[in-house]
């Protein structure tokens, strides 16, 4: 399977997570979500790819360190603003995955720029909303969409040289180690007699499933194979084909939690898809030689 193709594939797995990531919330605290599904993915990478981990190395921190505080800002801004700004908002890390880029020295073609845009446009009809409010949720998504960009620039430098299984655990198993930190932490400063009771187990208990696809499905193999997948895709156009997530996120709410579909969000969609293609064509079909090119030819 080609690399554009897995990172499609992982769109669609983070899509249909949202289902389960709306449905974890209604019973668990943000870092314990995080801490639970994060954990999860980093058991089932260890034990499904051990081959992988032959070698002992240091862990990587940087990457959990990154991905933890992304995804901590995300589930936080979900809790204060709407789910359509909150989805709208997030996509944005399309446009800032090529901005980082620019610093990093990274070049965009006249095609990953037209895709970006193309992004965005698409991203705000899937969001069915007519105008962002000024909240401290937005503030927080916002922020959130400028780590999950630079997690993208560190998961195309780290995977060139760091192998998919043992990037993948490390950056679990720091993003759970830290979430479970501060989901005790936060217990213990609002309800210290709420931390290990009969009740709190209840509440993981109720959310098992979204728990399970969460931590294996979204976390283990999605993650993975953004991992693998951008050992040979650019950051950008990784960034835009990942932004379809948007896409998959509507069909899973059409499909499990039947909610409605508008006329604007499915041409938000074919927008998205239109964008994908775009970077998805490959080069020698849409570059044309030069005159002297041409002229060496003849």
């Not at 997570?17 to 990478?45: C, K, S, W």
């Not at 090529?98 to 020295?105: C, E, K, Q, R």
């Not at 620039?153 to 490390?170: E, W």
């Not at 909610?259 to 938000?268: A, C, D, R």
Request: contains cysteine; glycine residues 8%; charged residues 10%.
């Amino acid at each position: 399977m080609s690399s554009k193709l897995l990172l499609l594939l992982t769109a669609a797995l983070w899509g249909f997570a949202f289902v389960a990531q709306r449905q974890g919330m209604e019973h668990l605290d943000p870092f314990t979500y995080n801490a639970i599904r994060f954990a999860l993915g980093a058991l089932f990478i260890r034990f499904a790819l051990f081959k992988g981990f032959n070698k002992k190395a240091p862990m990587l921190w940087l990457p959990g360190l990154v991905l933890f505080v992304a995804a901590s800002l995300q589930q936080i801004g979900l809790i204060y603003t709407s789910a359509g700004s909150a989805g709208f908002i997030t996509g944005l890390y399309v446009l800032f995955v090529p901005v980082l880029g620019y610093f990093l020295g990274q070049r965009s073609g006249y095609r990953l720029i037209i895709s970006v845009v193309l992004a965005v446009c698409g991203l705000y009809l899937i969001s069915n909303f007519t105008s962002a409010q000024a909240s401290l949720g937005n503030l927080l998504v916002l922020i959130s969409a400028v780590f999950w960009a630079l997690h993208v620039q560190l998961v195309h430098i780290y995977s060139k040289k760091i192998p998919t299984a043992v990037l993948a655990f490390d950056q679990f198993a720091v993003c759970a180690l830290l979430s479970t930190v501060f989901a005790i932490g936060l217990r213990i400063l609002i309800n210290p007699q709420a931390c290990f009771t009969a009740a709190y187990l209840s509440d993981i208990g109720s959310t098992i499933w979204p728990i399970l696809y969460g931590g294996v499905i979204s976390v283990g193999i999605a993650y993975s194979l953004q991992i693998k997948a951008q050992k040979k895709v650019e950051p950008g156009h990784a960034a835009v084909i990942m932004s379809l997530e948007g896409v998959f996120a509507m069909l899973g709410g059409y499909l499990l939690l039947k909610e409605s579909l508008t006329l604007p969000s499915v041409l938000g969609a074919s927008i998205l898809l239109i964008a994908m293609l775009l970077v998805s064509i490959p080069k020698k079909y849409v570059d044309r030689k030069s005159p002297v090119d041409l002229t060496a030819q003849i």
